[in-house]
């Protein structure tokens, strides 16, 4: 099945009120370029502004408006690194991939502020650093290590013991944390829609409401097929991530797309906001089922949390994140809650974000496992410089074949399951250490 949005724009959100874009218009005819980009999320925008501004001819093709899948839609925390530690990056993929690899993650948070600088996007960008918070002592234990990690690579990140977090976050819940500086916030919907600018400040033609319905190989190029046009070009790029759908066969099953849930306040009083993240620090938690939150820049609360595989939109889901932020917060009361969305992320098997290239001049990343703000940027420009040529050593980052999810055709009974189970084990993580 194609990808087909039942609105062109993203669900309404606290995001909402960002600058809006001037309304793009659908592909029409036939045309060529040197690479088309299908999906105009971070990734697809990353890859067409880092294309364009070298000079190639980018068309970026989507579904929907700029900004209407993950991007436009998600917490906006701006987080370096992955789940795997530095050191486990070295050991499973060797000393130089694996460099490269915490390198480039490590970065990710400065490459996206750099980038929003450099190209005058206002999203509310800050690098006010990210709180990475222990729900038990099993959790501290893993970010000990993962702190000491970071620090001998001369990371400005620091262990913070159970007072010290609770003075950060406003919350007694976590017993420890880890502080890492280098990461931030921003406006989702207004980074993604100042890329879509920045791109076509340099050449980029960006259509929305033109779903990719077809690719085919022609005469040694690639042509993308969507309802009312073509584009024909030596390299095509895949950037769908969480919404991918059938264009590429077997893409799909490569990624688990699960919900992802966020709820915001009305602006806290001022008296509440010294009490509640009187830093501005981002934070997520280290739950297998995980919870994370922050302040907008008006001072809403904003809590969000993972929910099952399809899109229910259950209004019981918003109503549990809504009494975990009660219970993470006594001080606020009972608060309006102003907003209520969702979106997917997507899960990969290894928990890693996947750079695939299955046939020549098809260049497709994907599966940022929830941290995709910083690293779908990152995985734009490595596309692009893939596209212009670099090697894949060049690059840095492992491309590896399509490998589907194990049982992805029973995901939804099995993850059902998988979240029981994974709650339940935070359930006896957190009594252990109580
Ligand atoms: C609720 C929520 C909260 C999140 N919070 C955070 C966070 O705080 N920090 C963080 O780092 N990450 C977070 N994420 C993850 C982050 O949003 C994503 O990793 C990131 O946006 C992925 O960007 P992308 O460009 O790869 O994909 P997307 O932004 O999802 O874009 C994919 C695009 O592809 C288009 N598409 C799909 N198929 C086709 C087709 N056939 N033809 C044309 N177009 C197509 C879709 O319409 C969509 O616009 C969150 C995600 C959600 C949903």
Redesign the pocket.
Known sequence: M??A?ASPHPPTSVWTAAEPLPATTPLEGDRRADVVV?????????AALHLAERGADVVV???????????????????PGLKHEPDELEHKFGPETGRRMWQLSGGAADFVFELIARHKISCHAQACGWIGAAPHAAALQSLRSRTEQWQRRGAPVELLDRQRIAELTGTTCYVGGMLDRRAGALQ?LAY?RGLARAARQVGAAIHGR????KLESHAGSWRVV?PTGAVTASTVI????????D?WPGLKRTVLPV????VATRPLPEDMRRQVLPGGH?V?DLRRILF?F?LDPEGRLLM?GRGPLNDSGDPALFARLEAIAARFFPQIGTPDWEHR??????LTADHLPHLHEPRPGVLI??G?????????TV??KLLADRALGASPVEVGWPVTPITPVPFHAWRLPAMALVVHWKRFQDWLDARRSA
């Open positions: 194609i990808h949005p299908v999906g105009a999320g971070y990734t697809g925008l990353s093709l989507d579904a929907a408006e700029p900004g209407w899948g993950g991007s436009g839609r998600n917490g906006g925390q701006v987080i989702p993604v033109s779903a990719a319905r969507t895949l950037a769908t991530n969480a919404y991918t759908d264009l919900q992802s849930y966020q981002v997520s994370y922050r969000g969305w969702s979106g997917r992320v997507a990343g994907l940022y496992n929830g941290r995709g703000v910083a690293m779908a995985m734009g």
